[in-house]
Structures are given as structure tokens and as C-alpha cells.
């Protein structure tokens, strides 16, 4: 049994915590357990709170933050390619992308880098500027991410191709023989707020009202819109993260080369993306599965979408936020 599915084995601080919290039954683990308002598995929830206790995030950090099926593996890909740009100028050759999944070269804070019960990792070697990610909502981040000058680029999709990437994704984790959760229980699950980091509409809501208050610090950012103008975009992130094009670079093509390198199609055709797995088990292949817009219209009914955008409209239309 792949890491990812295991009964994860807490200390028992957490545990004793754990047990007063509310609890559902989870779309691929066991148990969704809600904390501050949101549902994460136990072996993400440990990482939560360690991670809220622990982090020390510095001025330079960047912080990649989306809920889960959001784009987050293209969003990976993309900064560590712009960060990374003048280290690997021959993209096509010697690119870590290349052999590496994204999210191996930027790992999650709760999942990967505060997931063992006994250990505190040593980020401080990690040169500057450090790229994390993460999925925790704005309410559960540690106080250093608040308190410092660190970036925080948030990306948001479509409720309707965020449910049916992952349910598409659950289900393609689940364990040979199981039974797949249904497009039915999952709908109404989702619509209900008990997913992975959910609820959708409060997490995206929350990065949504604080990056009005402090664009300088959270860039909010549209899947949709990465999809349509992906030169203008990568160019807005270039400029927000302190590392903009230079009209040299943009003349020699380097902006192209990244979204060349990073793109679907690239990605998913590589050997590293096709047969890898995560170190918690995960192929790389179900990170990769469609990447298009709309493609919820394929699988919902009209009740279904005409039930999916009145909760939008009435959670996030009246702070101004409207996909």
C-alpha cells in the first residue's frame, strides 16, 4: 500500500488534538479531520500544525499557494523555471525540469517538509530566494508568513474544473479493486465544503480579501487566465516575485522558452512525469491528466453546474470576485 493511503502515525500531542476535532469520511483517506475551518487528512493536519509552530519564513520566501487542483503543478513549474533562469540558460538541456517532477523541486511545507512527527527540518541552508508551496488556507499560516515582507503567489480556478480535477484525481489514486468515489457523493461533498482544504469558496476567499489589502505581498492569480495569456501572466508573476525580463531576455526568447519548457504538453510527455512516483507513492502521470478549461461541461449536469455557480455567486459575488 502506497504511503499516501497508510493510517499515518502521530505523536501523541496531536493526536490528543486530532480527537476533538470535527471528522468526515475522506474522498482517499480515511478521515477528514477540520481545523481551523477546513478538512485535511491526518498525515496533512500533522503537517498543518507543525508547520504553524515551526516555520520561520524570511523576507525573500516565496510562497506558492492553491487549493488542491488548482494548477499548482504548472505554477511550480513555472516560478522555478523563472527563478532559475540565468542558472539554467540552455533550458532544453540540462533543465532540473526535465528529469524532476515540479513538485519534487518544490516540495509542500505541511506534506514534505513537516510531515515526520519527531523532526524540525533545517531550511535555513536552502539558498535565497526559497520557493515553497503549500495548500493551507490564509487563516492556518504561520505567524512568521504574516509578520515578514515574504511573496505569497496565490492561484485560484474555476469551481466547477477544480471538482472534476479532483475527483478525476482520488480516483486515480484509489487502490486497484476499490470502489471509485461517485461524480453523485463527491458533488455533494464538494458543494458542502468537505473536500481536501476545503471549503473551495472560504480558501479561495481568503487569500482573495487580503490580496486587496496587500497587493504587494499576495499576488491573486486565475488558472483561466494563465491558460489565455500565459506570456502576460508569467511576466505579472516575473515582476511581483523581484526577478522581471529584462527587454533582452524577452528579444532572445527566454519568456517562450519557459512556457515551452512548462507547458502541458512538454511536462506530461516527459519519461520523469510518465513513470516516476512521489516519494509518498503518487505517479507523477496523475498530476497530468487534462489541463483545460471547461472541461467540467464534459462530466456536470445542468443542475449540477446551475447548483455549483449559485454558491459561487452567493459566497464570493459580493466581495467582488467572480470566475
Known amino acids: 500500500m502506497p504511503k499516501y493511503l497508510q493510517e499515518f502515525e502521530v505523536s501523541q500531542e496531536y493526536k490528543d488534538l486530532i480527537s476533538t476535532l470535527p471528522m468526515e469520511k475522506g474522498w482517499l483517506a480515511s478521515h477528514l479531520h477540520q481545523y481551523q475551518g477546513f478538512w485535511h487528512i491526518t498525515r496533512q493536519l500533522q503537517g498543518v500544525l507543525s508547520c504553524q509552530k ?3 519564513a524570511l523576507n525573500s520566501d516565496i510562497l506558492i499557494v492553491t487549493n488542491p487542483k488548482s494548477g499548482t503543478t504548472w505554477l511550480k513549474a513555472w516560478i522555478f523555471a523563472l527563478l532559475n533562469r540565468k542558472k539554467y540558460p540552455k533550458m532544453f538541456q540540462n533543465h532540473p525540469l526535465l528529469t524532476k517532477n515540479p513538485h519534487f523541486l518544490v516540495p509542500f511545507l505541511e506534506l514534505d517538509f513537516y510531515k515526520d512527527k519527531d523532526l524540525v527540518p533545517e531550511l535555513s541552508t536552502i539558498p535565497s530566494p526559497r520557493l515553497f508551496s ?5 487563516v492556518s499560516l504561520s505567524k512568521s508568513v504574516l509578520d515578514t515582507d515574504c511573496k505569497i503567489v496565490y492561484l485560484c480556478r474555476n469551481p466547477k474544473d477544480t471538482f ?4 478525476h484525481f482520488t480516483n486515480k489514486l484509489k487502490m486497484e479493486g476499490t470502489c471509485a468515489n461517485s461524480l453523485e457523493d463527491s458533488f455533494e461533498k464538494f458543494c458542502n465544503g468537505v473536500s481536501l482544504c476545503g471549503p473551495f469558496w472560504d480558501h479561495v476567499l481568503g487569500y482573495w480579501k487580503k490580496s486587496l489589502e496587500e497587493p504587494k505581498k499576495i499576488m491573486f492569480m486565475r488558472y483561466e487566465e494563465m491558460k489565455k495569456s500565459p506570456s502576460f501572466v508569467l511576466k505579472q508573476v516575473a515582476r511581483f516575485v523581484g526577478c522581471p525580463f529584462s527587454k ?9 522558452d519557459i512556457l515551452k519548457l512548462c507547458s502541458f504538453k512538454n511536462l506530461s510527455n516527459l519519461e520523469v512525469n510518465k513513470k516516476g512516483k512521489l516519494s509518498s507513492g503518487e505517479e507523477h502521470s496523475a498530476f497530468f491528466r487534462c489541463g483545460k478549461v471547461g472541461d467540467s461541461k464534459n462530466y456536470l449536469t445542468t443542475e449540477m453546474i446551475e447548483k455549483l455557480d449559485a454558491i459561487t455567486e ?10
Open 248 to 256: 533582452e531576455e524577452e528579444d532572445e526568447g527566454v519568456v517562450d
Open 164 to 167: 472534476i480535477s479532483l475527483w
Open 54 to 56: 515551526h516555520f520561520n
Open 134 to 138: 503549500t495548500h493551507l488556507p490564509y
Open 314 to 323: 452567493k459566497k464570493l459575488a459580493q466581495h467582488g470576485l467572480r470566475f
